[in-house]
């Protein structure tokens, strides 16, 4: 049984990793709609992504018997300057999220919690990965500068991303 302290932050990281899904899946619509389709499907990987993040929490929740509150989810940005704002975007938020999952660690720990300690790793590790991603395709849009041969490239090899979920893996 988790405590009620570690249970509501749970819920609080579920929607916040919801949110991180509907931000993602708002940014692949811009890139969409800008004819960006390899952007656009790397985003709505990442909002898949977001969306297992989520799930393992909440079914973590109910096998230790707590109890899921779902809130509402935030209504995300839809309108952006460029593609390198959008991933400017995205390298803030994963920095965000990861103080929270930080923050939910160390609740954890307070509660002496060493199941969910060793639970929350895995996003700990995961978000190692993420801030990295992220930080590769911001720093190759960066190269690219406003070169539209480099985009339409770049935009190539965004198209090749596919989700896997890591059970999977
Ligand atoms: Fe992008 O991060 Fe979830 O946890």
């Not at 899921?68 to 935030?74: N, S």
């Not at 300057?81 to 609740?107: F, G, M």
């Not at 090749?160 to 890591?166: A, D, G, I, L, S």
Request: with cysteine; aromatic share 10%.
């Amino acid at each position: 049984m988790i405590s009620k302290k570690l249970n509501d932050a749970l819920n609080g990281q579920i929607n916040a990793e919801l949110f991180s899904s509907y931000l993602y899946l708002s940014m692949s619509a811009w890139f969409s709609n800008k004819s960006l389709s390899g952007f656009a499907n790397w985003m709505r990987v990442q909002a898949q992504e977001e969306l297992f993040h989520a799930m393992k929490m909440f079914d973590y929740v109910n096998e230790r018997g707590g109890k899921i509150v779902l809130a509402a989810i935030e209504k995300p940005q839809n309108k952006w300057d460029s593609p390198l704002a959008v991933l400017e975007q995205v390298a803030q938020h994963e920095e965000h999220v990861t103080k929270l999952i930080n923050d939910l660690v160390n609740c954890a720990l307070d509660e002496r919690d060493h199941a969910s300690n060793i639970f929350l790793q895995w996003y700990v590790t995961e978000q190692v990965e993420e801030e990295a991603s992220v930080s590769d395709v911001l720093n190759k849009l960066k190269l690219v500068g406003k070169d539209s041969a480099g985009m339409f490239a770049m935009d190539m090899e965004m198209a090749k991303r596919v989700f896997t979920p890591p059970a999977a893996e």
